[in-house]
T-cell receptor, first 114, second 112 residues
Framework: KAGVTQTPRYLIKTRGQQVTLSCSPISGHRSVSWYQQTPGQGLQFLFE???????NKGNFPGRFSGRQFSNSRSEMNVSTLELGDSALYLCASSFRDRETDTQYFGPGTRLTVL | DAKTTQPNSMESNEEEPVHLPCNHS???????IHWYRQLPSQGPEYVIH???SNVNNRMASLAIAEDRKSSTLILHRATLRDAAVYYCILGGYGGSQGNLIFGKGTKLSVKP
């Protein structure tokens, strides 16, 4: 079974631009969560989507948004990029219909903001 | 959110057992204990999880204290590939399933 895929793997943008990252979950998984990883803050939860609805949201500004499509694929968008948005963005998928669920992470998208 | 406390780093020799501790004194009755690890330049990967009883799988064992205020991840024979940051995480039940709260984790070094 194919794992979680994220595109692109690397991205360089300049301040003020916007960016869209894509995540394809494992087949059959209906939940997609997004995380930001930086050396200073570690891994932080951004948001989770399940059946095209945002279920949970972390403590990030409104510049960070996401959506999920009917095939469970998800995108996250960051508008008006700041230098501090440089990070590894990880997505994770799971079934989310069990009492407790394992999340499967993708390799991440490395975003550099200049 | 319930918090966990882990040592910043640990060292092990190859082919020896490793015991990675985690304290979680504020754990709630419905919190599962999850362990994930992150190898260099990769996304985190699931290792093991448990609620009250000790658990074993092909990767590791999880020993949970009787009062559930602490747990230990056991790698029976460390290999160089086990060098990673190990995260002990509480939750993953009900509404918090999609939201893992990662701490700093323990960076495990394995010496040949």
């Amino acid at each position: 079974k194919a794992g979680v895929t994220q595109t692109p793997r690397y991205l360089i943008k300049t301040r003020g631009q916007q960016v869209t990252l894509s995540c394809s979950p494992i087949s059959g998984h209906r939940s997609v969560s997004w995380y930001q990883q930086t050396p200073g803050q570690g891994l932080q939860f951004l948001f989770e989507y399940f059946s095209e609805t945002q279920r949970n949201k972390g403590n990030f500004p409104g510049r960070f948004s996401g959506r999920q499509f009917s095939n469970s694929r998800s995108e996250m968008n960051v508008s008006t990029l700041e230098l501090g948005d440089s990070a590894l963005y990880l997505c994770a998928s799971s079934f989310r219909d069990r009492e407790t669920d394992t999340q499967y992470f993708g390799p991440g998208t490395r975003l550099t903001v200049l | 959110d319930a918090k966990t406390t882990q040592p910043n780093s640990m060292e092990s020799n190859e082919e020896e057992p490793v015991h990675l501790p985690c304290n979680h004194s504020t754990i709630s009755g419905t919190d599962y204990i999850h362990w994930y690890r992150q190898l260099p330049s990769q996304g985190p990967e699931y290792v093991i999880h448990g609620l009250t009883s000790n658990v074993n799988n092909r990767m590791a064992s999880l020993a949970i204290a009787e009062d559930r205020k602490s747990s230990t991840l056991i790698l029976h024979r460390a290999t160089l590939r086990d060098a990673a940051v190990y995260y002990c995480i509480l939750g993953g039940y009900g509404g918090s399933q999609g939201n893992l709260i990662f701490g700093k984790g323990t960076k495990l070094s394995v010496k040949p």
